[in-house]
């Protein structure tokens, strides 16, 4: 295709793609579903699974193969500018409130169903198409059990935020949790990326640079982006000029973490974690945002959707294997952090609520997965199947919190829902 044949087909994709999201959105919050739910349905109704099973020369129209590299690089700016927010948010502050909890539930959240996926690799390496041949057992093992350990981080976010939980035990709780968990995934992935293919030299470059530019950020980010926040607050909002320098230093750490061999979203939010807080934060959140939930983030779940192919599940052997798969990512995950937290003396109903939220993959599962897809680490199959695992345990966050604890907090008083 010309570059003006890839400008059309991209302008009738973003109104196909934009108005599909917002209405499989509307019907998920109907039903009781973020908004973001919807739109990890919709990019897997897009696909070949669905739309393109239905109308599949609509669907070649639509998305034909020469636009998917374009999508693409719009789908990494959409999650890269999307974790990068999540970095604005996140408040290191709830470690230290509920640490000994959030540490108890986050070591089980993630030793468990790491083992568990480990286990599952052993299988699903002697099934061929699952895993690329080129992928030693250890890799597959590793991968394998970063993709079952990590949680929804930013959609565990937005639960406890329109449950009206934020600030409250559980909430604390469950973010403290759900922030060391991914951490945790994120660094074993890394270690993962960086050894795939690359050899010790790049293994080497990738884990000493990755590791180098945390140290910095964590130590130095906050004092030298201190002059952005003190320039907001003169200015009392953002200028375009203190935005742009921002949107340059996302861009610059979201290339270096891409260059060394780790990943954008690693650049991102790191970064988002270092800006300055209080009016800065609010005005910066503000003006990004909504373009990067609304306009780039559907692009994200629409390629993953279009990589989705929930048809290549058509064997007993693949059927079972993505039941295996399920089983062992709602026991691994949230049967273990009910126990921890049970164990570290929170009640049962509390106990449950966590393991709850902690059980929901979402949009971060599905990061995991374009990266060892995009990586070559796992075939089709592979990622279908874990697409699906993503959805489902997503899918049962929302009605199992209200089913364990939310009537019941409502009922007393303590819980609201924030429309």
Not at 160 to 182: K, Q, W
Request: aromatic letters at 10%; glycine letters at 12%.
């Amino acid at each position: 295709m010309t570059a003006a044949q890839l400008s059309v087909a991209f302008f009738l994709q973003m109104f196909f793609i934009l108005a599909v999201c917002r209405l499989v959105g509307m019907a998920a919050r109907k039903i009781g579903q973020p908004q973001v739910v919807g739109e990890m349905i919709a990019g897997v109704l897009m696909g070949p699974s669905l739309f393109g099973l239905v109308w599949p020369r609509a669907q070649q129209f639509l998305f034909p193969p020469d636009s998917l590299e374009v999508l693409y690089v719009g789908a990494q700016l959409g999650v890269g500018l999307y974790m990068f927010i999540v970095g604005i948010e996140f408040k290191t502050d709830l470690f230290r409130s509920r640490a000994r909890s959030a540490a108890a539930v986050s070591l089980a959240g993630i030793l468990v169903p790491f083992l568990l996926g480990a286990a599952l690799a052993l299988w699903l390496i002697r099934v061929p198409g699952l895993i690329a041949e080129s992928v030693d057992l250890h890799e597959a093992m590793l991968f394998m059990g970063a993709s079952m350990a990590i949680t929804a981080f930013p959609m565990l976010a937005r639960i406890i935020y329109e449950r009206g939980l934020t600030g409250t035990a559980l909430g604390t709780l469950a973010l403290a949790a759900g922030a060391i968990d991914d951490a945790v995934a994120w660094c074993v992935l890394a270690v993962v990326l960086a050894s795939f293919g690359g050899g010790w030299g790049g293994a080497a470059l990738a884990i000493g640079g990755g590791a180098a530019y945390a140290v910095i950020i964590t130590l130095l980010g906050r004092r030298a982006l201190a002059p952005l926040g003190t320039a907001a607050e003169r200015h009392g909002d953002i200028t375009p000029s203190v935005l742009a320098i921002v949107l340059m230093l996302f861009m610059f750490a979201a290339w270096g973490m891409d260059a060394i061999g780790i990943h954008a979203v690693f650049g991102g939010f790191l970064l988002g974690t270092a800006m300055p807080r209080g009016q800065f934060a609010a005005q910066l959140r503000r003006q990004l945002e909504p373009f990067a939930v609304v306009f780039l983030l559907p692009m994200f779940f629409t390629y993953s959707g279009l990589n989705t192919r929930l048809d290549m599940v058509n064997t007993w052997e693949l059927l079972l294997i993505a039941l295996v798969a399920l089983a062992a990512a709602i026991g691994g995950k949230g049967v273990a952090c009910w126990a921890a937290a049970r164990l570290t003396g929170e009640d049962n109903r509390t106990a449950l609520a966590v393991g709850t939220l902690m059980n929901a993959r979402g949009l971060m599962e599905l990061i995991i997965l374009n990266i060892g897809l995009s990586k070559g680490v796992i075939g089709l199959p592979l990622f279908s199947i874990m697409v699906l695992m993503a959805i489902v345990t997503t899918l049962m966050a929302s009605p199992l919190f209200e089913l364990v604890y939310g009537r019941h907090a409502r009922a007393a008083g303590t819980l609201h829902k924030i429309e």
